[in-house]
């Protein structure tokens, strides 16, 4: 099972000027990672993106990103009752 998740976009690198060298601080909700931005060339600061093992996959909407953190809040929560 493979799990991607969305990040925002806080800052870009333009390495080299090649789209391929491509890369991005990603905050996901408080820690920052560096993140390829190879594959969303058109991904700018302030886009949520989402993001398989280093790779941001794909841009998303706003409101897409935080129903996906919506829907994870909600498993926690629900892990939570049940260790209880």
Known sequence: M???IPGKIESIQDAGGSALNKK???NFGGILKEVSLAYVPEAKIGDYVI???GFALS???QQEALKVFEYLNKMEDLQEELRN
């Open 51 to 53: 993001v398989h093992v």
């Open 59 to 61: 841009v998303v909407d």
């Open 2 to 4: 493979c799990l991607a």
């Open 24 to 26: 991005g601080k990603v």
